[in-house]
């Protein structure tokens, strides 16, 4: 059994909570997964986690700011600033594209709705 936050994400960022599922994987070769339990986002662990994601947001940009305003007229300082915060951004976006498993709309909307009915 795995807990699992379930998050409808936009461009690899998690934008909307939509609960926490308790996940049974099957150690099948189809690497299939039954949804056992859904249960409502917490608020706080949600917020929490925005507010993480704007902060490291904001500090993926310091490189590129410092470049601009510190090493104005270095034209290779200013571009390893700019490569350096583009790097901040794109590593753990695609470190995060690695390490979360994907379900389909329809099927996190039919288990969301399902949730709710048997309550």
Do not use: C, N
């Not at 917020?47 to 270095?74: C, D, H, K, Q, R």
């Not at 794109?90 to 099927?107: H, N, Q, S």
């Amino acid at each position: 059994m795995v807990l699992a936050d379930a998050w409808l994400t936009v461009l690899f960022l998690p934008v909307v909570p939509f609960g926490e599922w308790t996940i049974e994987r099957h150690s099948a070769a189809e690497a299939s997964s039954v949804i056992r339990q859904v249960r409502p986002p917490r608020l706080v662990k949600s917020v929490l986690w925005v507010a993480s994601v704007v902060l490291a947001a904001l500090l993926s940009l310091l490189p590129a700011y410092g470049a601009l305003t510190f090493l104005m007229g270095s034209k290779v300082a200013e571009l390893t600033g700019m490569f350096a915060s583009v790097g901040a951004i794109l590593g753990p976006l695609a470190w995060l594209d690695e390490t979360r498993d994907r379900v389909p709309i329809w099927v996190a909307l039919r288990a969301l709705l399902s949730a709710t009915l048997t309550r």
